[in-house]
């Protein structure tokens, strides 16, 4: 039999779950907008974006390529297909192209999974419309009905959730270019809303109880407000009754009136990054890629993020209380560039040292150092974690921000032997290890976990 005290807990779990069950959100951006983020997504710090669609079968310039060619009627763009297609060729004609032959969702989990991401974001729909979902809602223009022939949101949701950790999520373009119902209720400066009707809200219901994603990515939205896309509505319904109410968050992206004010974490614009802390939980979706998000044929090598950048990256990023989603661009036909996967490993590599610098981490009283700007800081309950991203020549660090007393201790991550340190002028310097470059824990950045320190 249960103990008085047992039944008393017992009570008390019950009623605290029925509060947070009996939580009702209305379709007001003020009601929304409090509900509070799954503590998940702040914890995880590090994501995965990726764009794959048709446009990866031109590859060329970027993910754009269809507006670009025949909604701007960009030069360069009109060029590249009078020089390597035939004249009456159209944008769909690409879509029997895109085969995804080399697909191996398997290959995709493990790479990822070796990143050290927490979660990914993959485009079930771009601004050109294509669904790589079978969808209702989009006839003969999905990744069933033509080009791979297959679930491709489908088959990558069940590798990740088969063989890893990480959580799940999908990017939804809100609108498309060059549907007719949507172009139809921008001419009538959005005062119908067919296209919400019939193909935005279905298709994201769609993907919400098919996929169940642990994040929801809307973009696409800018043109008209959130209450065109009815985007109060169905974040009410992703809240309190869809099948991912306790784990989704969502951004920011629902309604011209939206971006950076309502929603869930905040993305602003893209590669955002206010360079320090704001009283909002933000992610910073960035490219390897520089100029694109999608693949590109034509790219250089100089085009990409060095590891080195990427770790700068993260570690400006989550300093300031941001997360980091970083952005692959796959093939037409299946394959993560070896340049994208070397990037993802050397990351992988660097947070199996350093993972403890930056997953479930806060920011800290200071995020960068006045005295030595490679320096950034995060923190933990129990330490202060300074990210060292260049080695001083002088091999020592001299920062200006943390106060030590005798029984502060310094540690480097992945090095056995503890540092020593001096105090001159209220600055502190700490003595780097001599030793061989095989010999460091890591190649691009090192972390000096600092404790007892105020």
């Known amino acids: 039999m249960l103990s008085r005290y047992n039944m008393f807990i017992l009570y008390l779990v019950l009623a605290v779950l029925m509060m947070v069950t009996a939580q009702q959100y209305k379709p007001t951006w003020d009601s929304l907008d409090s509900r509070p ?108 009905d033509i080009g791979p022939h297959r679930d491709l949101v489908g088959e990558l949701a069940g590798a990740i959730r088969q063989n890893t950790s990480i959580r799940f999520g999908l990017y939804h373009s809100l609108f498309e270019w060059f549907n007719p119902l949507y172009i139809s209720d921008k001419k009538n400066k959005f005062k119908t809303n067919e296209y919400v009707e019939k193909i935005c809200l279905p298709e994201l219901y769609e993907i919400i109880n098919n996929y169940k994603p642990d994040v929801l990515w809307s973009d696409g939205d800018w043109e008209p407000s959130s209450s065109y896309w009815n985007s109060t509505g169905f974040l009410a319904w992703l809240y309190n009754d869809s099948p991912v109410k306790n784990t989704v968050v969502t951004n920011d992206r629902w309604g ?91 990351l992988g590599d660097w947070m199996r040292v350093n993972g403890e610098a930056i997953y479930g981490t806060k920011p800290w009283r200071a995020q960068n150092d006045t005295l030595s700007p490679y320096v950034w800081y995060t923190s933990t309950k129990g330490a202060v974690y300074a990210i060292v991203l260049t080695w001083p020549k002088s091999g020592n660090v001299t920062i200006a921000a943390p106060r030590v007393s005798p029984n502060t201790s310094v540690q480097m991550l992945g090095y056995p032997t503890p540092l020593k340190w001096t105090v001159t002028n209220n600055h502190t310097a700490i003595i780097l290890p001599v030793i061989t470059p095989d010999s460091l824990p890591c190649k691009y950045a090192w972390v000096l976990k600092l404790q007892n320190i105020a």
């Open 37 to 144: 983020l799954p503590p998940w997504y702040d914890e995880a710090k590090l994501g995965i974006f990726i764009h794959w669609g048709v446009f990866s079968v031109p590859s060329f310039g970027s993910e754009w390529f269809w507006w670009n060619w025949q909604g701007l009627h960009n030069q360069e763009y009109v060029d590249f297909m009078k020089k390597n297609y035939p004249p009456d060729f159209t944008y769909p004609d690409f879509a029997p192209m895109f085969k995804a032959e080399f697909f191996n969702p398997q290959e995709w989990a493990e790479i990822f999974q070796a990143s050290g991401a927490k979660y990914i974001v993959l485009t079930s729909k771009h601004h050109e419309g294509f669904t790589n979902w079978p969808s209702h809602y989009s006839w003969n223009w999905n990744a069933m």
């Open 256 to 346: 011209s009136d939206a971006l950076c004010k309502h929603g869930g974490y905040y993305t602003c614009q893209d590669r955002y990054n206010p360079g320090k802390v704001i009283n909002h939980k933000w992610e910073n979706c960035m490219t390897i890629d520089k100029k694109s998000w999608g693949y590109r044929r034509n790219s250089q090598l100089s085009d990409y993020l060095t590891t080195h950048e990427i770790i700068s990256t993260l570690a400006e990023t989550v300093s300031c209380g941001g997360n980091l989603l970083i952005n692959v661009g796959p093939t037409a036909d299946g394959r993560i560039l070896p340049v994208f996967e070397e990037r993802l490993r050397e």
